[in-house]
């Protein structure tokens, strides 16, 4: 059974830091696409940054140089690493796994068969 369990949400003002966390159980994160989506009140849920087994990594325009996403493959633990935050950034953020598809529909949401709870980002300006 897979189960993803994310952490470190939790409300920072603009310009600051904060880093998920998902402990990943069921699948190796060292051979599996994984990423993280997030979803603002009133929006559709947008990937922000996915890595597949290799460690090629994909980020939206909109996070690029500012997430990064990355994975501990002894701890089995995928991270979402996020700086100079906006108040735009604010959303509920979701780690995935169980992807099917090209590569290039990793920021799809439909390709993806697991989701975890979510963590709640909220950044005031």
């Known amino acids: 059974q897979v189960q993803l369990v994310e952490s470190g949400g939790g409300s920072v003002q603009a310009g600051g830091s904060l880093r998920l966390s998902c402990a990943v159980s069921?699948?190796?994160?060292?051979?599996?696409?994984m990423g993280w989506f997030r979803q603002a009140p009133g929006k559709e849920r947008e990937g922000v940054a996915t890595i597949r087994g290799d460690g090629s990594t994909r980020y939206v325009d909109l996070v690029k140089g500012r997430f990064t996403i990355s994975r501990d493959n002894a701890k089995n633990t995928l991270y979402l690493q996020m700086s100079s935050l906006k108040p735009e950034d604010t959303a509920l953020y979701y780690c995935v796994a169980g992807f099917k598809g090209s590569w290039l529909d990793s920021f799809s949401p439909r390709n993806y068969a697991y989701w975890g709870q979510g963590t709640q980002i909220t950044v005031s300006s």
């Open positions: 069921g699948i190796p994160v060292s051979i599996y696409t």
